[in-house]
């Protein structure tokens, strides 16, 4: 099992109409998963246990002694439950046993090495001192297995499995295929936890928010419980980046339809320097990369963005915290001087 150590996770957002034939459902957050939010279609629930250790079943004792102990002290480390960590190293590798390239030396056909399949950019990354000798290495399992539990658990374990599980290899088969081992290992005592990132307190308007910029939220925050439709421009479904358009739009405000026009419309602004009604954008979605963004939400308040975000979330169309490792930029629309104009020819008598 070869593995794609893309930096990116989360809903597909509209790259472009020219996708509109591509068949990509995703499945972040599947029914059979717990979930908690605010708005329309939400319900909470106690997510507190997501990184609980489950004790091993009869399956766990194929894994190797060594990698077993490996899986169990950096699933304590990191709060990731530890036959996950098993299932994907069963998945990649066969916990080390494989002799495919790129395993215990060199790479695979896709650039991946070591026990845990990472790339050499993204171990760079997050890779781990798991033995404190002053080296990481991707092909030692001492190293490699703590450094799968911070991806892992920087793409958004435990609480949210599916997406940190998608993140590390991006296929939904696979997330499948490690979630099905992980059950095996624990003997089927397991649940996965799949909180939506929601806040269920995020059910208002933020605080302080006036003007033009109040309306352009407000209408979003409107739509919240409608579908995702990929390609969808309203007004009873849309996309990521039709919602902010038509956001935009309803206060007199021209903006492009497409993600990919979209990011490079707006002043760039700093990372934690956004402002209610920016945009942040995302590496998400079929065809997009680091200087090309494929999703798309916009900010209502510090850490927090409105967002369309798939076609089977629960709710699609919701509050969420934009702070993801697939974060790529936010961008200021309303600095644009033709949208300034805008706003001035609107406020004449």
């Known amino acids: 099992m070869t593995a794609r150590r893309l930096l990116f996770a989360g809903a597909l957002g509209t790259a472009g109409l020219l996708f509109v034939a591509l068949i990509f459902v995703p499945v972040l957050f599947g029914a059979s998963q717990f979930m ?29 002694g060594a990698f077993l102990e490996l899986y169990r002290r950096a699933g304590e ?9 098993a299932g994907v190293g069963k998945v990649e590798t066969d916990h080390g046993r494989s002799t495919l390239p790129g395993v215990s ?22 890779g781990v001192d798991g033995n404190d000798d002053g080296k990481k290495d991707r092909y030692d399992p001492v190293d490699a297995i703590p450094s799968a539990a911070a991806y892992l658990k920087a793409s958004g374990a435990p609480e949210r499995m599916r997406d ?15 979630l099905d081992w992980a059950g095996k290992y624990a003997g089927g005592e397991f649940e996965v936890v ?25 209408f979003a925050m409107a739509q919240r419980g409608k579908p995702y439709v990929f390609g969808a421009n309203g007004p ?31 002043k760039k602004i700093g990372k934690g320097d956004e402002q209610p009604g920016d945009l942040v954008f995302f590496n998400s979605g079929p065809g ?6 494929g999703h798309v939400g916009m900010v209502i308040s510090k850490g927090k963005m409105i967002v369309a975000r798939c076609s089977t979330c629960v709710p699609a169309i919701a509050v969420q915290s934009y702070e993801r490792s697939d974060w790529i930029g936010s961008t200021r629309p309303l600095a644009k001087p033709e949208l300034q104009r805008q706003l001035q020819a609107a406020a004449q008598p």
Not at 77 to 85: A, S
Not at 196 to 202: Q, R, T, V
């Open 77 to 85: 480390e990191y709060g990731i439950p530890w036959n996950v960590l």
């Open 288 to 293: 997009t990369a680091a200087n090309n963004p």
């Open 194 to 218: 799949q909180s939506n990132g929601i806040d269920c307190a995020d059910n208002e308007l933020p605080a302080g928010v006036d003007g033009v910029v109040k309306e352009i939220i407000e």
């Open 36 to 64: 908690f939010g605010g708005g329309a279609g939400t319900r909470c629930t106690d997510t507190s246990g997501a990184g609980a250790q489950p004790a091993a079943a009869g399956d766990a004792e194929a894994i190797p």
């Open 236 to 266: 009873d479904a849309w996309d990521c980046s039709s919602l902010i358009q038509a956001a935009y739009r309803q206060v007199g405000l021209s903006i492009p339809r497409t993600t990919f026009q979209q990011w490079p419309f707006g």
């Open 105 to 126: 030396s060199g790479e695979n056909y896709a650039g991946a090495g070591g026990p845990m399949q990472f790339l050499a950019a993204t171990f760079k990354a997050y």
């Open 164 to 178: 940190a599980i998608f993140a590390y290899n991006h296929s939904w088969d696979y997330v499948d295929l490690v």
